[in-house]
C-alpha cells in the first residue's frame, strides 16, 4: 500500500482558497498526479485543499470522498511565550523543548500547558487517528500496537535485492503480484503530519517543528510487508516538489519561518 499526502497550494487564507501562483502550482501538480495509478481520493472540505486537488482529480478522472477529519488542525492555542493565538504546533525552541510530554508519540503532547487548554484538542486528534485507522481497516490493515497487519495478505517471508532493471528483485518463492493500494489525501500540513507522525510512532510535535511540507508538495508513504502479515508504513519522499522545480516554479515559503531551497 502507498499514501500519498498531498498539501494544498499556496494558499490565500482570508478567501479560503488559492493565490494566483498557487493556482498555478495546484495545475503544474495535476500535470504529475495525471500518470498516478491511484485506487481513491480523499479530499478536505477547506476550499484551498479542495481548489489543489480539482486539476489533479480532473486528469485522474475520478472524485474524491470528502473527510471532516481532513480539516486542518488548526484548534488555536494561546503561546505561553508570545502570547499569541495560534496553531498547536509552532511554539518557541526554548520553551516547548523543555518538555518531555512534547518528545512523547501519540497524544503526549497534551500534557503541554496551552494545549490542555483547548478542549477541543483531545477530540480533534481522536477523530483523525481514528479517520486514518478507519480507512486502513476498509483495506485490510488493522492497527496492532504500533504496527499493521495486513488482513488480506498471504504470509510471507522475505529478502529482497535489486534486480538487473534496478527494480526490486524479491527474491521468496511466498509472494504474489498484485496491483498495489494507492490512496491520496488532499489535505493540509499539520494534519498531514499528525497522521504521518501516527502511522510512523513519531512524536507530533518533533515531526511538525523538525519537518516542512512546502505548497503543493508531496509525500509518499509506503508500506513495507516483507514478515508474515506484518506491515510498518515508511516515508519515501517528503515534501517533493518536483512538479514545481521542473517547471521552473519556485517553492512557496507559505507556512515556513525560512526561504526555501531552489533546487
Known amino acids: 500500500m502507498k499514501l500519498i499526502f498531498v498539501r494544498h497550494a499556496e494558499p490565500d487564507y482570508i478567501k479560503d482558497s488559492l493565490?494566483?501562483?498557487?493556482?498555478?502550482?495546484?495545475?503544474?501538480l495535476s500535470l504529475r498526479a495525471k500518470d498516478w495509478n491511484v485506487t481513491k481520493?480523499?479530499?478536505?472540505?477547506?476550499?484551498?485543499?479542495?481548489?489543489?486537488?480539482?486539476?489533479?482529480?480532473?486528469a485522474l478522472g475520478m472524485d474524491a470522498v470528502t473527510l471532516p477529519f481532513l480539516h486542518e488542525f488548526a484548534y488555536n492555542v494561546i503561546d505561553p511565550v508570545t502570547g499569541r493565538k495560534g496553531v498547536p504546533w509552532d511554539f518557541i525552541p526554548s520553551d516547548w523543548t523543555r518538555y518531555d510530554c512534547m518528545f512523547k508519540e501519540g497524544n503526549g503532547f497534551f500534557g503541554y500547558?496551552?494545549?490542555?487548554?483547548?478542549?477541543?484538542?483531545?477530540?480533534?486528534?481522536?477523530?483523525?487517528?481514528?479517520?486514518?485507522?478507519?480507512?486502513?481497516?476498509?483495506?485490510?490493515?488493522?492497527?496492532?500496537?504500533?504496527?499493521?497487519?495486513?488482513?488480506?495478505?498471504?504470509?510471507?517471508?522475505l529478502t529482497s535485492t535489486v534486480g538487473d532493471n534496478n527494480k526490486v528483485k524479491?527474491?521468496?518463492?511466498?509472494?504474489?503480484?498484485?496491483?498495489?493500494?494507492?490512496?491520496?489525501f488532499f489535505c493540509h500540513l499539520g494534519v498531514a503530519l499528525?497522521?504521518?507522525?501516527?502511522?510512523?510512532?513519531?512524536?507530533?510535535?518533533?515531526?511538525?517543528?523538525?519537518?516542512?511540507?512546502?505548497?503543493?508538495?508531496?509525500?509518499?508513504?509506503?508500506?513495507?510487508?516483507?514478515?508474515?502479515?506484518?506491515a510498518y508504513f515508511r516515508v519515501q519522499v517528503m515534501g517533493d516538489c518536483m512538479h514545481l522545480r521542473r517547471s521552473g516554479e519556485p517553492i512557496s515559503p507559505a507556512g515556513s519561518f525560512a526561504e526555501p531551497f531552489q533546487d
Open 41 to 58: 481520493c480523499y479530499l478536505s472540505p477547506q476550499g484551498r485543499a479542495r481548489d489543489t486537488a480539482s486539476f489533479s482529480l480532473e
Open 170 to 184: 524479491n527474491n521468496s518463492p511466498y509472494d504474489d503480484p498484485k496491483e498495489e493500494t494507492v490512496l491520496v
Open 194 to 230: 499528525l497522521m504521518i507522525s501516527h502511522l510512523i510512532n513519531i512524536p507530533f510535535e518533533s515531526l511538525a517543528h523538525g519537518f516542512f511540507l512546502p505548497a503543493s508538495s508531496v509525500t509518499i508513504l509506503s508500506t513495507e510487508e516483507r514478515w508474515e502479515d506484518e
Open 113 to 157: 500547558p496551552c494545549i490542555s487548554d483547548n478542549k477541543m484538542i483531545p477530540e480533534k486528534y481522536d477523530e483523525v487517528i481514528t479517520g486514518i485507522d478507519g480507512i486502513l481497516k476498509e483495506f485490510g490493515y488493522i492497527r496492532e500496537g504500533r504496527f499493521y497487519r495486513n488482513l488480506n495478505a498471504k504470509k510471507r517471508y
Open 19 to 28: 493565490t494566483p501562483k498557487g493556482w498555478e502550482e495546484a495545475r503544474l
